[in-house]
């Protein structure tokens, strides 16, 4: 069964520190991965995508992530952080097939101090 | 294009009434899938519709059910609410949906159901 594990449940950052929030997955299947973000009240938005192309994959508003199948990870970064990037990350893998939802991680808080 | 919209965005009932929420996929999508978010579960999968059949299915009870119309727009029905169902519900619309791992889910704004 697919699973994701999100290793921190807040991260606090200084505006203009880089940003790392950490994913770890579980998978049976050559997984597909994402980052979604959530701000306050607000649904989720996609920042980016992995789907067995290119491992490093860019997403909106410079943040971009790296699959590692070796460590299976999949941690999202960003170098410089901005105020309006506070609002709380998901991971999230889906294998498609039977079960085809998209399972998702704990989250992340991301708060980011001025 | 416009994105996925959900009505209403929110709603208060009490323990033992039924609600029903819609969602508007984005123009074009046949897949709507339906999650609720609360503090202490997170996301969870609720159920994907697909050209009109329940394709997924989570593990929720038999009180939460849904459809699809012929122009893809979805509601969930939830009946005999209790306490614990008050959550955000959000829903997603995709043109594949859970048949093809590569597909995106676009999300919409969620509806938030408080049970008094």
């Known amino acids: 069964a697919q699973s994701v594990t999100q290793l921190d449940s807040h991260v606090s950052v200084s505006e203009g520190t880089p940003v790392l929030l950490r994913c770890n997955y579980s998978s049976s299947y050559s997984p597909s991965l994402f980052w979604y973000v959530q701000h306050p009240n607000k649904g989720l938005q996609l920042l980016l995508k992995?789907?067995?192309?290119?491992?490093l994959v860019k997403g909106i508003n410079g943040f971009e992530a790296e699959f590692k199948k070796s460590e299976t990870s999949f941690h999202l970064t960003k170098p410089s952080a901005h105020m309006s990037d506070a609002a709380e990350y998901f991971c999230v893998v889906s294998d498609g097939g039977s079960q085809g939802n998209l399972i998702f991680g704990k989250g992340t808080k991301l708060s980011v101090k001025p | 294009k416009a994105g996925v919209t959900q009505t209403p965005r929110y709603l208060i009932k009490t323990r033992g009434q039924q609600v029903t929420l819609s969602c508007s996929p984005i123009s074009g999508h046949r897949s709507v899938s339906w999650y609720q978010q609360t503090p202490g579960q997170g996301l969870q999968f609720l159920f994907e519709?697909?050209?009109?059949?329940?394709?997924n299915k989570g593990n929720f009870p038999g009180r939460f059910s849904g459809r699809q119309f012929s122009n893809s727009r979805s509601e969930m029905n939830v009946s005999t609410l209790e306490l614990g169902d008050s959550a955000l519900y959000l829903c997603?619309?995709?043109?594949?949906?859970?048949?093809?791992?590569?597909?995106?889910?676009?999300f919409g704004p969620g509806t938030r159901l408080t049970v008094l």
């Open positions: 519709y697909f050209s009109e059949t329940q394709r």
């Open positions: 992995y789907t067995s192309a290119a491992t």
């Open positions: 997603a619309s995709s043109l594949a949906g859970g048949s093809s791992k590569t597909d995106t889910q676009y």
